[in-house]
């Protein structure tokens, strides 16, 4: 789970690539409250480098909340054994069909 301390990071790091991005951090409740609220229950070190993909897109504004789900969705889940094996059989597979078109 990401804490408050990674999301307020995290919105830190989004002013700096984007100069023009100005997350409300005063009022109640603020940019962190909400970042809190959508993406704290996402791991706090996973969903940075999920932020840190979603800036590394051709794009002049911040990413929105719902882009860096997007973005922690497609990362690869080494923890995760199902994801570790299915990332295997998609491996093994494009392998093979490399092999088969080179054979031809």
Known sequence: MATREEIA???????????????DVKSTPNTVDVYEDL????DGQMLGAAVRDACKQDRAFAPAP???????N???R???PF???????EDK???DQKRLTESK
């Not at 990071?9 to 997350?23: A, F, M, S, W």
């Not at 994801?83 to 059989?89: G, R």
């Open 74 to 76: 497609r990362l690869p």
């Open 78 to 80: 080494h923890n995760d």
């Open 9 to 23: 990071r995290i919105i830190g790091y989004l002013k700096l690539v984007y100069p023009n991005y100005n997350p």
């Open 83 to 89: 994801e570790t094996f299915k990332k295997y059989l």
């Open 39 to 42: 993406l704290g229950d996402l």
């Open 66 to 72: 719902g882009e860096i789900i997007a973005a922690y």
């Open 93 to 95: 597979h494009n392998a």
